[in-house]
Every structure is written in structure tokens, then in C-alpha cells.
Nanobody
């Protein structure tokens, strides 16, 4: 499995960014894909996940501002981030999420840094 994220950067509060994650060496269309983030000194947290069928779910902190989508023809998952806040500053990771019982296991990309200035 190989996951390569892009699209991070520095943006002012209220701005937008779109993150992309290209997957290879997997059958992309049958996998749930997630975006996670880890801010300095904090645990990695789920931002959004999209099922193989395209159903999304979001962390409460990003609902209404972020949109996850996927393009199976391009083996790519996106995270559109609008109305960014300084507290969105983190390294964002793409993951292949595999359901295991009541939890999930993950295969991670290398991450892309998002910095939101106030």
C-alpha cells in the first residue's frame, strides 16, 4: 500500500485548502478512506472518513466546513477544507481504514502539514 498526500500549506484563517491523497497498490474502490490530523502535543484524531460506497462521516469540529470525497477512477481521496481556523493547524494524514470488530486499523500516508494563521 502506498498513500501520498499533497495540498497542505500555509493559509490565513477563513481561507480554504484542498488536500489530495493518491493510493496505489490497493484495490482503492473497496476500501474506506480516512483523513486524520495530529496537532503538536496532541493525539492523532479522525477528521473525516468515507466508506467504499461514498458515505461520509465527520468529526463534530469540522462538520459544515470540511468535505471528504473520493474519485475511484483516480484512486484519490480529497479533503476540501473551508473556513479554516487556527485550531485546524496540524499534520494531516490520509489512511486506508479497515474495520476490525468494533474498531479500525489503519495504513498511513506520510502526512501533509496545514498551518492556519490568525
Amino acid at each position: 500500500v502506498q498513500l501520498v498526500e499533497s495540498g497542505g500549506g500555509l493559509v490565513q484563517a477563513g481561507g480554504s485548502l484542498r488536500l489530495s491523497c493518491v493510493a496505489s497498490r490497493i484495490i482503492f474502490s473497496i476500501n474506506a478512506m480516512g483523513w486524520y490530523r495530529q496537532a503538536p502535543g496532541k493525539q492523532r484524531e479522525l477528521v473525516a472518513r468515507i466508506s467504499a460506497s461514498g458515505s461520509p462521516n465527520y468529526a463534530d469540529s469540522v462538520k459544515g466546513r470540511f468535505t471528504i470525497s473520493r474519485d475511484n477512477a483516480k484512486n484519490t481521496v480529497y479533503l476540501q477544507m473551508n473556513s479554516l481556523k487556527p485550531e485546524d493547524t496540524a499534520v494531516y494524514y490520509c489512511a486506508r481504514d479497515i474495520r476490525e470488530g468494533s474498531g479500525w486499523s489503519h495504513y498511513w500516508g506520510q502526512g501533509t502539514r496545514v498551518t492556519v494563521s490568525s
